[in-house]
DNA sequence: CGATTCTTTGAAAACAGTCAATCTGTGTGG
DNA sequence: CCACACAGATTGACTGTTTTCAAAGAATCG
């Protein structure tokens, strides 16, 4: 529902009612199910999408039946292909509903026009996109610097609430390893125990 | 030099020529030997460096001798840690140079400054992150998904000049390899031939 | 030239992936 | 309420890849 972004954005950026009213205007909500899609590799992303509830991912997946997920999205985050969303190029993602969830969307050229006059909109997206790079710079490195066991440490001590949401495979998805290789890892942690 | 600047900056961004006088006058120049630091981990990063000239370099040192590139930045490039000038904390990078270079850089303040009052300014700064953002998320999943020879080949594909340029041993820590693993896949790529 | 940096190679060990089977818990339909 | 299907997690045996360590061969710079 739109109440939940609503509470949501008053925290985050200074917006009066004026302006949360125009978002409110412009805004798509939906229910979505379990494994419901929003986007679809080769699609177009059309949407920028806020959680209210629930939790979405979004995951290329190869050729076989290989899958990586890219981003977890509870509530109260968003989601969406930037670059696909921004350019209108065909997406290599796929986002899907984890669990049943609320979200609220808006399309590319309404988030256009409430950046353009809500100033404090626009400088909300931008610290989203800043700290969306510092993110991605953060986790490449630790992709190509950590060991899969160190990885996995990490990502508990960063989403200790995920592991308790998210089945350990698309851990081991996100993560870049398969669910056999993180299985063995959780057992001799619990072994040195 | 200020001048390639000038030319680069006027193809990118829209500015009169009274904004690119206002960019150089808080300019700083510097010429750079090469190995030559800009930023040490631990510092807080104080600028935004431009490159006109020559080839630097960004990369995380770990307690051990492994050093992770996290980005080259060639002539008419830009290069910074994003967090730690953005946020003031101290920076887990390093940046030096590669080449003897020629530098252009800016502090924060007139950074703010500047993109504050020059509109197309702001633009291309705001494009600049978001590619910034879509070529780490890119890169990250190259890095969960693909093996050690795809992504060196993706690597050639991308930047074919830099393989001319940058030593062996620096691609491989790129990718999150070993250089030893790095001169193997070389090998085997050659004797398929 | 001499020193340093860079690249390659070999052999052994560590690590991660694959394939196949089993085990667990959950939820659904009969 | 039970039986069964299904998704998730684990395990074993095996294979393949990558790292590590040590050494030596090229290339480059001053």
């Known amino acids: 529902m739109f ?15 004026h302006e949360v009213q125009l978002m409110r205007s412009m805004a798509v909500e939906r229910s979505l199910r379990r494994r419901e899609f929003l986007l679809q590799q080769g699609q177009v992303c059309r949407y920028k999408i806020f959680i209210t509830k629930g ?24 989601i969406t292909d930037p670059e696909s969303l921004d350019k209108g190029s065909p997406s290599n993602s796929n986002i899907d509903a984890l669990e049943p969830s609320e979200v609220v969307l808006w399309t590319k050229k309404d ?26 710079r953060q986790r490449l490195l630790s992709a190509i610097s950590l060991t899969a066991e160190e990885k996995y440490e990490e990502f508990i001590k960063k989403f200790p609430h995920l592991l308790e949401r998210v089945p350990l495979h698309m851990v081991a998805s996100y993560l870049g390893v398969t669910r056999e290789t993180l299985s063995r890892i959780r057992r001799t942690q619990l072994i040195r125990k």
């Open 3 to 17: 109440s939940g972004f609503e509470t949501y954005i008053k925290e985050q950026a200074n917006l009066n009612d």
């Open 55 to 78: 939790l979405l991912r979004a995951y290329s997946a190869g050729g076989d039946g290989s899958e990586h997920i890219v981003q977890f999205s509870p509530e109260n985050s968003w």
């Open 111 to 136: 988030l256009h026009y409430l950046a353009a006059n809500i100033p404090g909109l626009k400088a909300y997206f931008d610290k989203l996109i800043s700290r969306s790079s510092y993110m991605f």
